[in-house]
Structure formats: structure tokens, C-alpha cells
């Protein structure tokens, strides 16, 4: 345990003194102070033009925004240099004074790099004729060099567990390990090596993944074989763990906690201004559908224990209650009550799973073998599409016009409520978007609900969309309106959890899941028309808009597969150690949060750059990680 942690902390101090080589040289300007990251120097220049020049600008990431002055107006021969952020690329145009006329000359999404010094320069060169250009005077800095570097030192973590799992395993190393660790291993061996017979599988336990029949020469059957007089009956025999499941769900921890942390103050690993995706606003979607796909196992594992559907509804209650209560303990603090944040991660989490679960316990038939498919099948007969599309799909057709319905209710509330002074159907941030035409309409129909139903204090006042668009009023990105597109999204991890408990061969499973995503991701980019924003739906985390929960749903389905097969069929990866954060992943998120500024997970820099961040955001992303493979590796396994 020390060794890790001294080993941890010899790579912080390393990373961060070898990633402070190759900034750029700054400018001896004494009277502009020293750069940070993400900032650039730009010098503004009217070299011959008779009237002084207003440089204005705008954030191509502030759509339909007001160009603004950059520094005061330029006259003829004189320039000035300024400092510019350097996250977004910019629009330019140019205004001649005192008429406000527009110059010929416009640049359009022009990217700066970070410590860059660049000259701006505009140009008469005949009557009535302009030109401008934007020239780099001085290199920038190694901007992809940290995340290449970060990167690969996680890659090697990886694979070094996968290694160092490999031999530990040959019978060779087995020689000189602990006691202790040869029985755990030959115990975990036995699980893995025992015959495929009905009566092991079925009694057994401890089966973490699903047994595959090496008789067959094609994808074998999902389950084991049950005898009857004339044929074999399939009987589906699930796993108390779908290792493949709960690697997914300790990827979208481990990037979670990245991004939580800072993810290095890269722009790309923070969330969306408003409209479109970045990888921050991946993983919690991500937690909403795999914790659907879990409702299925739990509750198939709870009707097999013969418990009565009121038992399982309080259960489904307490957890939803355990959850809700610590988000708001994680995002109260010390604030006064009449200040806390009331919905938030956890909220939402709870809100979606009480829904998804109560709907499948109120749907659930009741069938004596929730585990079988009744349809009898040989080795060498396969069961007939429409049999298997009905035990997966349209068996359950009550929840899915429940769900379409839910789904429904966002459409019509999203685009027929008419509130204030708003246009109908309004999904913008509000404030400078659409030249500050609506700037108490932040969010549309969803925001006006909470502002009314929750009240200003007890939302987010400070959502992603406030520096750049300057919204006067809050908004909640997880607010009301969203948890319906949420338990939309949480139930086609349902869907996937049928199709897996219902399917009756490997090749099939992954058929199911790949045609879902196929057709989620489909209407998805149909209705944002590729990811536009000026679209029917666009893709946006801060509204959970219907187009962003389908592309989600999409990604997750082929995400799921890939992991299914390396992990579960294959057996190429072991799936740590994602498998460590998923197996423990509510008190590695609630440490995460609680520790996230305390020494020494996380602490202050001296000197602020993107590579001593990244390498302390790394640090945090390890530290837990090797907290949950300790927790995996003593067999404490914590859960709500």
C-alpha cells in the first residue's frame, strides 16, 4: 500500500517538472502581464487605413451573439497588443470610425494556440478596398504534448494490469505468490474451468460471466441446457455480475472522475457551451442506461427469490430515497437549506431508476421460469426470429407505450408551452443568443418549469452557458423537464437488459444491441441533422434534448457489445481495472466528491499550465482507482 502511493506521488512530481519544458517564450512586454494557459497574445495593427479601426469579435461557440470590441479603436499606423482566450475559435469584422462601416475584410473561426503571439493586421490597398490577414509571430506551446503523454501513461497502467494478470495466472509465478493469493486464484480458476453441465451451472453462485457451450461450431447458446423428454430446453441462467456490464460502468466512473476534477482544463473535457457534445457530457448518460440494463438483473433476481412485488417496490423506494438524500448531503455543504442545490447527478439517477424499475415491476407477468425460453431447442435448431423478437421486444409492449408516451409529454411541453415573453418552442441559452432577442429564456419550456416549480435558489446559478452567452437567470441541467427524456434513456438500458435475458445465443445478443443502437443513433442525428444546432432537436446535455439521450442510448448499446465480447465471450480483457471502479462505483463516486480538494487526492498548483493540471487530475483518476482495486482485490463490494 505505501509503495503504491510513493510510486503515485514519484509520478506527479516527475510529470510535472518534465511537462514544464518546451513553453513558448513570452513576450518582454513589461506592461502585459505573463500568460496563462489557454491565452495568446494578438496585436491589432492599422497599418495605412485613414480611419481608425474597431477590431470586433465573437466566439464561434456563442451562436447568433453581438460582435464586441476588441480593445479600444485602432487609428492610422498604431497598434496594440492584447490578450485573447484561446478555448474557441473567433469571428472577426472590422468597423471603420466614426460611420460604424463594415470592412470588406472578415475572418471566420480563426483559432489561436495556446502562448501563441500573433499580428492582426489591416491593409488599404486601393480606394474603397481593404484587406486583413492574421499572421503568427511567435510559437506556441505544446498543446497535445500532456494529453499524449497522460495518455500513454494510462494505457500503460492498463496494460500492465493486463500482464501482470496474465502471468500471476501461469503456474510458473503461482509458485512464488502468498498462500492466500494462490487459493483466491485457483478459486477463481475453478469457477471459470468447471464442465458446462445444467446441474454446475445452475447451482453455481459465483458465476461472474456466462458459460459458452464449446461444443457447437457457431456462436454457442446463451445459458445451459435443461433436459426434457423430446428435446432441450433452453433455461437462461443469469449471472450474478455481467463483467462486461460493470466495466462499462467503472470506464464512465473513471472518465467521470476525470472530468470532475478538471480533466487538465482542456476544453474538450469540459461540458458544452449549450449545444453539441464533449466528452464530459458522456458518462453520465452513460450511468442512466447501465443502471437500466442492471434493473432487469436485479429484478429477475428478485422474483426468483419468490418475493412479492410490494417487497420489491419498497425496495425499489429505499434506494431511490438513499440515493436522492446523498446528492443532496454532496451538494449542500454548509449552505443554508433555503440555498441547496435541490436536483443534481444523484437526483436525476434516482429519479429515473424509481420510474424505470416501478415500471417494470408493474408490468411484470408473473411467469413461473422468469429465467427460461419456453420455446424448446435443440443443439442444432435455432429458435425462430418471431419467437425471439416477441420474448424480447414486443412481450413487453405495455412499458414501451408508457415509455413513448413519457416521451411524448417532452415533445408537447418542449414546444407548445408559451410562457413570458418567449417564443414557443424556444431552446436557447437566453441572454446575447439570437442577438438578446430572449434573455430571461434560458433553457425554454424546461427552465421556466423549474424557475417555477424549484425557484431561483434552489437551481444551478451558474450553468455552462453563463460566461459566454451572460445569462441573467438560472438554470438547472438537471432539472424537472429532463427526467423524463432520462427515464426514456434509462429504459433502453432495459431494453438491452431483455434482449440479454431473453436471447438465446451469443451472435444474436449482439444483433439486438447493435440494431438498437443503430436506430437510436439514426434518430438522433435526424432530428439535430448531423449534430446542427439549428435543427429540429439538437444534441444538448444542458436540456437531456430527445436527439442527445438517442445518440447517447447509440454509443452505449456498441459499447456494451464491444465490452461483451472481449470481456464475457472472447475473454481477450478482463476488464480491469474499469472492473475495480464498476464493482464499487457509489462510494468511489461519493469519495471522489467529498476528497475532491483535499491534500493529498487533490491540491493547488504554484504555477498553472495544462500539464501540471492534467498530471494532478491523472493523480486523483489513479489514486481512486488503486483504492477500488484494493477494495476488489479484499472482496469488499459496497452497494445500495
Not at 116 to 128: A, H, M, P, Q, R
Not at 132 to 157: H, K, N, R, V
Not at 304 to 312: M, Q, S, Y
Not at 505 to 521: K, Q, S, Y
Amino acid at each position: 500500500m505505501k509503495k503504491l502511493f510513493y510510486y503515485l506521488w514519484i509520478y506527479l512530481l516527475t510529470i510535472e517538472e518534465f511537462l514544464q519544458h518546451g513553453q513558448a517564450e513570452l513576450m518582454k512586454d513589461r506592461s502585459i502581464r505573463k500568460l496563462s494557459f489557454d491565452e495568446a497574445y494578438i496585436t491589432i495593427s492599422n497599418k495605412n487605413y485613414s480611419d481608425p479601426i474597431i477590431f470586433t469579435f465573437n466566439p464561434v461557440v456563442c451562436e447568433k451573439c453581438i460582435f464586441e470590441p476588441l480593445g479600444d479603436s485602432v487609428p492610422n499606423n498604431e497598434n496594440q497588443t492584447i490578450i485573447i482566450n484561446t478555448k474557441y475559435g473567433y469571428d472577426f469584422q472590422l468597423l471603420a470610425e466614426p460611420t460604424n462601416k463594415t470592412l470588406r475584410c472578415q475572418i471566420k473561426s480563426y483559432l489561436f494556440r495556446e502562448h501563441g503571439s500573433y499580428l492582426f493586421e489591416v491593409i488599404k490597398t486601393l480606394e474603397n478596398q481593404d484587406s486583413c490577414s492574421i499572421e503568427q509571430t511567435q510559437d506556441s506551446s505544446y498543446y497535445w504534448l500532456p494529453i499524449i503523454i497522460g495518455m500513454s501513461i494510462m494505457f500503460a497502467f492498463i496494460l500492465f494490469i493486463q500482464i501482470w494478470d496474465r502471468i500471476s495466472r501461469s503456474r510458473i509465478v503461482a509458485r512464488y505468490l502468498p498462500n492466500a493469493v494462490q487459493q483466491g486464484l485457483i478459486n477463481e480458476d475453478l469457477l471459470t474451468s468447471l464442465p458446462n453441465s445444467p446441474a454446475t451451472i445452475a447451482n453455481d453462485p459465483n458465476d461472474d460471466i456466462i458459460r459458452t457451450l464449446t461444443t457447437a461450431r457457431e456462436l454457442p447458446l446463451v445459458g445451459s441446457t435443461k433436459l426434457s423428454n423430446s428435446s432441450i430446453r433452453i433455461k437462461k441462467i443469469l449471472p450474478k455480475r455481467l463483467r462486461s456490464l460493470d466495466t462499462f460502468r467503472g470506464f464512465s466512473l473513471m472518465v467521470m472522475i476525470f472530468v470532475n476534477y478538471g480533466g487538465g482544463e482542456y476544453r474538450f473535457f469540459k461540458h458544452s457551451i449549450w449545444n453539441g457534445l464533449t466528452v464530459a457530457d458522456l458518462v453520465f448518460p452513460w450511468f442512466t442506461w447501465i443502471m437500466g440494463v442492471s434493473i432487469v438483473f436485479s429484478h429477475l433476481s428478485l422474483r426468483a427469490k419468490n418475493l412479492r412485488k410490494r417487497a420489491i417496490f419498497l425496495k425499489i423506494c429505499r434506494r431511490t430515497i438513499i440515493l436522492f438524500a446523498l446528492g443532496l448531503i454532496l451538494q449542500g455543504g454548509y449552505s443554508r437549506w433555503v440555498n441547496i442545490r435541490i436536483f443534481g447527478v444523484l437526483q436525476r439517477l434516482a429519479a429515473c431508476y424509481f420510474f424505470a424499475a416501478t415500471l417494470v415491476l408493474i408490468f411484470d407477468d408473473n411467469e413461473d421460469e422468469p429465467y427460461s425460453s419456453q420455446w424448446p431447442i435443440g443443439n442444432d435448431v435455432r429458435q425462430p426470429l418471431r419467437i425471439e423478437l416477441s420474448s424480447t421486444l414486443f412481450h413487453f409492449w405495455p412499458q414501451w407505450l408508457f415509455i413513448l408516451l413519457i416521451t411524448l409529454a417532452w415533445v408537447l411541453i418542449t414546444f407548445i408551452l408559451k410562457f413570458d415573453d418567449c417564443p414557443r418552442g424556444y431552446l436557447g441559452p437566453g441572454g446575447k443568443h439570437d442577438y438578446g432577442k430572449y434573455q430571461n429564456c434560458t433553457g425554454g419550456a424546461a427552465g421556466y418549469i423549474d424557475r417555477l416549480i424549484l425557484r431561483n435558489s434552489h437551481m444551478d446559478g451558474h450553468p455552462t452557458c453563463a460566461d459566454i452567452y451572460d445569462t441573467k437567470v438560472p438554470h438547472d441541467p438537471e432539472g424537472l423537464l429532463g427526467i423524463l427524456t432520462g427515464t426514456l434513456l434509462c429504459y433502453l438500458g432495459v431494453q438491452a437488459g431483455h434482449s440479454f435475458a431473453h436471447s438465446t445465443r451469443i451472435r444474436r445478443v449482439c444483433a439486438h444491441w447493435l440494431i438498437f443502437g443503430f436506430i437510436c443513433g439514426s434518430i438522433g442525428l435526424l432530428l439535430s441533422k448531423g449534430g446542427n444546432s439549428d435543427s429540429w432537436i439538437p444534441i444538448n446535455k444542458n436540456l437531456w434534448s430527445l436527439s442527445f439521450v438517442l445518440v447517447l442510448a447509440g454509443l452505449a448499446f456498441l459499447i456494451l457489445t464491444i465490452f461483451y465480447l472481449l470481456i464475457d465471450v472472447c475473454k481477450w480483457f478482463t476488464g480491469e481495472p474499469f472492473l475495480w471502479l464498476g464493482m464499487n462505483s457509489i462510494v468511489i463516486y461519493v469519495g471522489h466528491e467529498v476528497c475532491s480538494k483535499s491534500f493529498p487526492i487533490q491540491f493547488q498548483v504554484e504555477e498553472t499550465t495544462h500539464a501540471q493540471l492534467l498530471a494532478m487530475h491523472l493523480y486523483g483518476v489513479l489514486f481512486w482507482t488503486i483504492v477500488a482495486g484494493l477494495m476488489y482485490r479484499r472482496k469488499i463490494f459496497i452497494a445500495i
